[in-house]
C-alpha cells in the first residue's frame, strides 16, 4: 500500500470520527491517526482539536488514544499544537480514572511542555512514543 492510499484513508476515517459513536471504533481512528501522524502532519491537529473538547466526555480507552495522539503530534510538530496538548494534559491531570493520570504524568515528564527546563527523558521521547512496529502477521 502506497504512502497516498494510506493518508487518503486516514482522512477519510477522520471524517467519520464526529459520527462514530462506539469508543472502541473511535479509539481505533486515533490510534490510526497516532500511528501515521508524521505521514498526516495537518490532521493531526486538527483531531486533536476535536478531541479535546469532548474530552471529559469520552469513554476511557478513547481518553488514553488522545493522550497517546498529543505526544506524538507533539514530537512531530509541536509549533501548532503549543496551547492544545497542555490543555488536553490538564483535563487529564484530573480525570477519575488512575491510568489516564498516570500516561498524564509520563507524557508530561518526558515532553515537558509548559517548562523552561528541558526533561532528561526528552531525547527519548521519540523512541518511547514512535517505535516502529512489526506489521501484523495475517496467517
Keep these: 500500500m502506497q504512502a ?8 477519510k476515517m ?19 491517526v497516532g500511528e501515521y501522524v508524521e505521514k498526516v502532519p495537518k490532521l493531526a491537529p486538527d483531531v486533536l482539536r476535536k478531541m ?21 503530534a507533539w514530537i512531530v510538530n509541536n509549533k501548532k499544537i503549543t496551547l492544545l496538548v497542555p490543555y488536553i494534559l490538564a483535563q487529564a491531570k484530573y480525570d477519575l480514572n488512575y491510568d489516564i493520570r498516570d500516561r498524564e504524568r ?5 515532553l515537558c511542555p509548559n517548562s523552561d527546563n ?8 521519540k523512541k ?3 517505535t516502529s512496529k512489526p506489521p501484523p502477521n495475517l496467517r
Design 52 to 72: 479535546a473538547k469532548t474530552f471529559a466526555d469520552e469513554e476511557d480507552i478513547v481518553k488514553l488514544q488522545v493522550l497517546n495522539l498529543a505526544a506524538k
Design 128 to 130: 518511547f512514543f514512535m
Design 118 to 125: 528541558p526533561s532528561p527523558l526528552e531525547k527519548y521521547a
Design 14 to 32: 477522520t471524517r467519520l470520527l464526529t459520527s462514530v459513536t462506539v469508543p472502541l471504533a473511535r479509539a481505533s481512528i486515533l490510534w490510526l
Design 106 to 110: 509520563f507524557i508530561r515528564k518526558v
Design 4 to 11: 497516498s492510499d494510506k493518508s487518503h484513508i486516514i482522512k
